[in-house]
């Protein structure tokens, strides 16, 4: 059984950065598409970026040039950092340990983190 841990959220004004992280335990993910998510109030949760266990990235457009997408496997950790924030990525950002290369996540859920960008 798969693990999740996310953190690194906050609370920040636009132009800012925030850098969180993903720790899995239970099971190594270094074979695993590994991907963040994000779920804004009253909106869907959303596809933000993946990465496959070769480093190959996808990122939603909106993020594209501002968010970047790592993973560390003898960690078992994956990152999110996030530049030039703006209001509109305030969310709770998930990560997900099986993301298929469609964006659909078929894997364990953390419990989430919040990230907040207001001035």
């Known amino acids: 059984q798969v693990q999740l841990v996310e953190s690194g959220g906050g609370s920040v004004q636009p132009g800012g950065s925030l850098r969180l992280s993903c720790v899995a335990s239970g099971t190594s993910l270094r074979a695993y598409r590994m991907g963040w998510y994000r779920q804004a109030p009253g909106n869907q949760r959303e596809l933000v970026a993946y990465?496959?266990?070769?480093?190959?990235?996808y990122y939603t457009d909106s993020v594209k040039g501002r968010f970047t997408i790592s993973r560390d496997n003898s960690l078992n950790t994956m990152y999110l950092q996030m530049n030039s924030l703006k209001s509109e990525d305030t969310a709770v950002y998930y990560c997900?340990?099986?993301?298929?290369?469609?964006?659909?996540?078929?894997?364990?859920w953390g419990q989430g983190t919040q990230v907040i960008v207001s001035s």
């Open positions: 997900n340990s099986d993301v298929r290369q469609s964006g659909r996540a078929d894997g364990s």
């Open positions: 990465i496959s266990p070769a480093g190959t990235t």
